[in-house]
């Protein structure tokens, strides 16, 4: 009989993890699944736990959680140099579920059903570079308004989901510009923005398609940057507009598919990584391809 193993966030969302973990294991089982269940109590528990699996012990791991924790699994996998030795299944129980969205699996029953299915495909990832030590990201890297507004989307967790639109409007509102030394595929230049951001996935976030020509099987890194030359109203415009992924028309947003990029702030700074918050001067990333075989 085939093995799963079940890694449920019980505080990620909206606190129903557990909940739906127990609708799934009936599921597995009548598919011939043996299931074994494993929740986290702590920050990085998860990670810690996925890098001691045996890469023969399972013959595959299925995710109860939102990117927050779908980024836990992926960087314990990388800890054990494992990430490809299982099948990796999400269940969108989390506040961000970016990769369910870009799979268009955001219905649990739904999800369930292809957890337990053959169906994959070969996902992307990006290796960022921190200052101190080194971290894979399934969605994003975000600095500036992208970053600052997420360390206030923490403040207001209580919230629930809605806490990123608020978050992301009250930082709109301050509309503060940002200065970085940045490199592009090699090339280097001095770049004033409200936000850049390098997706890895289409969506982040509660739903915004921040890159719509991206996704995580193109092999490339999309990097949306915001001008400087912009004001409130163009700002609010690039929120009101990114829900439909149209913002990458607008004249002061650019984006463009790039291999790697490299931002330093030339002093320490906060970056956004799948919705995690890493004090950093500097954060240096690059695409690595077809890292993860994705349940979908």
Known sequence: MRKICCIVNPVSGLKKSLKVYYEAKNHFEKSNFNTSLFVS?????????????????????IVFGGDGTINEVVNGLQ?????????????????????????????VKDAINKCAGENTIKMDVNQVDFDSFSQLSVSVLGWGMFSFGNIRAEKLRFLGPIRYDVASIITLIEKKIHKAEIQVDGEQKMLECAFIVGCNSKHTGKGMIVAPNGGFSDKKIDLITVGKNVNRFQ????????YKGTHVNLPFVENIKVDSFSIDPGEMSFYNIDGDIVESQKASVRVVPEAINLLI
């Not at 490809?84 to 699996?105: R, Y």
């Open 41 to 61: 109590e702590y920050p990085n528990h998860i990670k810690d736990y996925v890098s001691k699996i045996d890469k023969n012990s399972f013959d595959r791991l």
């Open 79 to 107: 800890d054990s140099n494992n990430l490809l030795s299982f099948k990796l299944g999400i269940i969108p129980t989390g506040s961000g579920n970016s990769v369910a969205h870009d799979t268009d699996l955001l219905d």
């Open 235 to 242: 700002v609010f415009e690039v929120f009101q507009k990114v």
